[in-house]
């Protein structure tokens, strides 16, 4: 646009310098010089305006404001550089959205987390009470966007394992109302898919509860109510409850009630049920209990056996106060044994108590009865204390184990982006089946610490 303005400029002044030149031709000519230098002058200084408003034109174009985006007048793309990388087109009828998440983890453990390590052939200098393990936790790339309004899509991948994590399409043309269609969280339970508040989600939300399901699912919200329901595929629930991946599928439903909800002020109550065909394949419910770095060894474990079918039923509460949250969800599980009468039952439950220390609360999405990831202000930190208490029954018809945990943590925000997370944790493994798996270590502890960026 510039060197357009720039030819056009040099022709005005060409063509003004000729008309001069022949109006010199005609000037008296006792003053000839001074009527020439005027003419000159004038007409430079009219250029030299017409350009610098041109030049201010086109800065005007370009705007970057305090929340980093970047505007272009003559592009039809607003870009926005917070949180990942968003592309929305002017008329708000298109967008893309590229961010991911990079966190590590480093535990400290002894007792009855290495209990495995004591009964296997592991080399003498990495024996002992007292284990250390590190790891590249999560390396995830989200992928979302909008198209023509109504349609929406999702992408989660794991870049470590290789494997789409999450993948659906939404439509949300009916107002309030959406429809998902795809790999995508199950309709069931309050806590949020990454580790909630603490750096390791409570045994009972990860273990107990369906996470994730190839499906369809149809969500909802009026006023203070939210409700949802779902048919999935079984065998792409959680791998560690050891399905047989059979074609099978699972119906889930969730209804939440919110009749306190102010800034800072929340009463949050839910429930939630779902009726699982497992195809006859093996079941089991596993836990590490608070440590991931102990890979295949579980202190809490229910007996495995053939499953034919099961109902889940899920109970949650939470409570918001200004920078104190209290919440609690609460799991049973009966299962059909595969060609048999014998029912299997199942329970776990967490209460969590949560202190921001300073003026912050927690953030809550009323359209799906769920917690937001928090994020402190622009330019600020923030730190959480919380206190959870977890407790498994998976002893059941003398196999199996009972399992407690109380865990300590600390999260500092460092900004939006960057958190660190430490957590002290300790269990007790009691049951019919503690000794076979944790032998005289009935007790243990970690302290673990994890730095997460979301990109």
């Avoid at 870049?159 to 994590?165: D, K, N, V, W």
């Avoid at 730190?383 to 998976?394: A, F, N």
């Avoid at 958190?419 to 032998?439: F, L, P, Q």
């Amino acid at each position: 646009m510039l060197k357009k303005t720039t030819y056009g400029l040099l022709i005005v002044v060409f063509f003004s310098c000729t008309m001069v030149s022949r109006a010199w031709s005609h000037e008296d000519p006792e003053n000839p010089l001074e009527h020439r230098i005027w003419h000159l002058e004038q007409t430079v200084e009219q250029l030299t305006n017409q350009l610098n408003q041109q030049i201010q034109q086109e800065k005007k174009t370009v705007k970057v404001n305090s929340e980093h985006e970047v505007t272009s007048a003559h592009e039809p793309v607003e870009v926005k550089l917070n949180g990942g990388i968003k592309l929305t087109a002017t008329e708000k009828k298109r967008e893309f959205k590229i961010s991911g998440l990079v966190a590590a983890n480093t535990e400290v453990f002894r007792g009855a987390y290495t209990s495995d390590m004591q009964s296997t052939t592991t080399p003498p200098h990495q024996l002992g009470d007292t284990a250390h393990n590190s790891e590249l936790r999560s390396l995830w790339v989200f992928l979302s966007g909008t198209v023509d309004y109504d349609w929406k899509y999702q992408m989660m991948f794991d870049m470590l394992s290789g494997r789409a994590i999450i993948g659906s399409i939404r439509y949300q043309g009916f107002g309030t109302s959406k429809l998902t269609i795809g790999k995508q969280r199950e309709t069931f339970g309050l806590s949020r898919f990454s580790a909630g508040f603490a750096g390791e989600a409570s045994p009972v939300s990860i273990r107990m509860a369906p996470l994730l399901g190839l499906g369809i699912a149809y969500n909802d919200y009026h006023d203070r109510f939210t409700y949802g329901v779902g048919i999935f595929q079984q065998r792409e629930s959680d791998p560690d409850l050891n399905f047989d991946g059979s074609e099978e599928f699972a119906f889930s439903a969730r209804g939440t009630w919110d009749p306190i909800r102010a800034p800072g002020n929340l009463l949050h109550i839910g429930a939630s049920v779902s009726r699982r065909n497992f195809g006859g394949g093996p079941f089991q419910i596993k836990s590490r209990m608070g440590v991931h770095t102990i890979d295949d060894f579980f202190p809490a474990q229910s007996e495995e056996f053939n499953a034919d079918s099961g109902n889940y039923l899920g109970l949650e509460a939470a409570f918001v106060n200004g920078p104190w949250t209290l919440s609690s969800e609460l799991i049973n599980i009966h299962t059909d044994e595969l060609n048999s009468s014998i029912t299997h039952n199942f329970t776990g439950y967490y209460l969590l108590a949560g202190l921001f220390l300073g003026d912050h609360t927690e953030r809550y999405n009323r359209k799906n009865g769920r917690f937001k990831r928090f994020k402190p202000p622009a330019g600020e930190t923030a730190w959480q204390l919380i206190v959870r208490y977890d407790e498994l029954d998976l002893d059941d018809k003398g196999s199996g184990t009972k399992n407690k945990g109380i865990t300590i943590g600390l999260t500092w925000f460092a900004n939006r982006a960057v958190r660190v997370m430490s957590n002290y944790t300790w269990i007790d493994v009691s049951g019919s089946d503690a000794e076979v798996i944790v032998g005289d270590n009935s007790t243990g502890d970690t302290a673990s610490m994890r730095i997460q960026y979301f990109f």
